[in-house]
């Protein structure tokens, strides 16, 4: 279990939860709660490239939505034009 310990001492701060877990054989939840316990955080760089990665997933999510709400709009007047 020391090796485990060291592992996420070492790891937590630029790696996934669920990479350090399938790495050392415990759940997601164990290595959040050991994190917790030993007042470890996520570094800053990791957590701006996860919010960056987060954020351009939004962009493109809401850029086909609103390409989709636009070719929805342009066939409705298309077939209202047709009355």
């Keep these: 279990?020391?090796?485990v310990q060291e592992f996420i001492?070492?790891?937590?701060?630029?790696?996934?939860n669920d990479k350090?877990?399938?790495?050392?054989g415990i759940?997601?939840?164990?290595?959040r709660r050991i994190a917790t316990k030993w007042?470890?955080?996520?570094?800053?760089?990791?957590l701006d490239i996860k919010r960056e990665?987060?954020?351009n997933h939004s962009r493109s999510i809401f850029?086909?939505?609103s390409s989709n709400c636009l070719q929805q709009r342009n066939k409705w007047r298309s077939?209202?034009?047709?009355?």
């Design 1 to 3: 279990m020391e090796e």
């Design 9 to 16: 001492k070492m790891h937590y701060p630029d790696m996934e």
């Design 20 to 24: 350090i877990a399938s790495q050392t």
């Design 27 to 31: 759940s997601i939840h164990q290595v």
């Design 39 to 46: 007042g470890l955080r996520k570094s800053k760089e990791f």
């Design 53 to 55: 990665k987060v954020e």
């Design 63 to 65: 850029k086909n939505v």
């Design 79 to 83: 077939s209202m034009e047709a009355y």
